[in-house]
Every structure is written in structure tokens, then in C-alpha cells.
């Protein structure tokens, strides 16, 4: 099973541009995340969504917009990227109740 | 509010030494409490749970104890090896929230 796949794995922008994370995960699960990693600051989580067409704020939202279309697909955009954006970026899915969540491995972002 | 306190790593250790890592927690009602880690270049893994109050989770060797009345789940092995080497990152999620809080983890170098 693949699980949770993230893509790209790398990307380098530079500050203004626009780029959308996909994450994508083959378990049927209702509830998906979004999470930034930061040095010293653990996981932060900037937007999730509870089923189809449903998304809600996290902690971090400002500068990201995701949509989730699919029950499978969880996107993140970026519309202007600025060098505070610069993280790893974790994609993460779950049952109802979001008790034990399975993890992507990851998308690391540099804005120049 | 709900929040995580993890204690500041690294944590360095020789190959069979005794670890804990600390983990305190606040929190709304009766908290679910999660480990996680993170092998270097992977997202994380649920690593042990304990739902309620003095349920002991434990896996490879692994375990915590839920101690509601010093609110902590601090983690622990009797014998560490090299490969446990990783971030750990203890979480909870509130009763009836859809989200989990997590620590800023604390990361764990074994050498030989």
C-alpha cells in the first residue's frame, strides 16, 4: 500500500511565486492535514478538512489556500510565496476521531 | 488550552543506556496521549497510545503510562540501539476535537 504520497518532494521558489502541494492517499480516509515542521517550533498545522468539499483552519493558515475535491486528493497552495514559507511540509491522513494519523514523508520548500 | 511540553533535546546516549524523555501535558477534559517519531528524512510514525488514565502503551520496546494526576506520559526504554536514533514527538488529542496537539519533540542521538 503506498499510504500518504506527497509531491514534489523538493521544490525552490522564489518569493512571489505561486506552487500547490498535492497529497494524495489510497485508505479511504475521511480526515487530511496539513503540517509545517520548523526548527525548535515541532509540527504546526495550517489547514485540515473532515470529508469531501470540507476544509477548516489550523494554527498557521495565513499565506496557504487547500482544496479537497476529491476524498483522496488534499491539496496546499502557496498564491505568493515569501522565505517565511520555507519548511518541510507534511500531508497527513486519518479515520473519524483522528486518533492515530498516517503520515506523508514529507515535501521540503525553500523561497529564495 | 491544550498544549505539550516536551523536554529540549538532543538526548545523547550510549548504545544499552536507560532513556526517558519527558512529556507533560494540559488539556480540556480526558486527552487520548500519542508518541510519535521521525527517522531522519521520514514523516512520522505513531509509535504508542494510551487512551485513558494509567493504560500503559508500549511498542519495540517502547512504553509510556498516562498518569492523570501529574498530567504526563513520559517515555521510556529499558536498553536503546543505534537505530532508535530519531526525533520523538508526544501529542494528545482533547476528547471530541478533531485535532492533534503536538510537542516540539525531542531528538534522540544513540551512538555506539
Known amino acids: 500500500n503506498a499510504g500518504v504520497t506527497q509531491t514534489p518532494k523538493f521544490r525552490v521558489l522564489k518569493t512571489g511565486q505561486s506552487m500547490t502541494l498535492l497529497c494524495a492517499q489510497d485508505?479511504?480516509?475521511?480526515?487530511m492535514y496539513w503540517y509545517r515542521q520548523d526548527p525548535g517550533m515541532g509540527l504546526r498545522l495550517i489547514h485540515y478538512?473532515?470529508?469531501?468539499?470540507?476544509?477548516a483552519k489550523g494554527e498557521v493558515p495565513d499565506g496557504y489556500n487547500v482544496s479537497r475535491l476529491k476524498k483522496q486528493n488534499f491539496l496546499l497552495g502557496l498564491e505568493s510565496a515569501a522565505p517565511s514559507q520555507t519548511s518541510v511540509y507534511f500531508c497527513?491522513?486519518?479515520?473519524?476521531?483522528?486518533?492515530?494519523?498516517?503520515f506523508g514523508a514529507g515535501s521540503r520548500l525553500t523561497v529564495l | 488550552g491544550n498544549s505539550v511540553t516536551q523536554m529540549e533535546g538532543p538526548v545523547t546516549l550510549s548504545e544499552e543506556a536507560f532513556l526517558t524523555i519527558n512529556c507533560t501535558y494540559t488539556a480540556t477534559g480526558y486527552p487520548s496521549l500519542f508518541w510519535y517519531v521521525q527517522y531522519p528524512g521520514e514523516g512520522l510514525q505513531l509509535l504508542l497510545k494510551a487512551t485513558k488514565a494509567d493504560d500503559k502503551g508500549s511498542n519495540k520496546g517502547f512504553e509510556a503510562t498516562y498518569r492523570k494526576e501529574t498530567t504526563s506520559f513520559h517515555l521510556e526504554k529499558g536498553s536503546v540501539q543505534v537505530s532508535d536514533s530519531a526525533v520523538y514527538f508526544c501529542a494528545l488529542i482533547p476528547r471530541g476535537f478533531q485535532k492533534l496537539v503536538f510537542g516540539t519533540g525531542t531528538r534522540l542521538l544513540v551512538s555506539p
Open positions: 497527513a491522513s486519518s479515520l473519524p476521531g483522528a486518533n492515530v494519523l498516517t
Open positions: 485508505m479511504n480516509h475521511e480526515y
Open positions: 478538512s473532515v470529508g469531501e468539499g470540507t476544509t
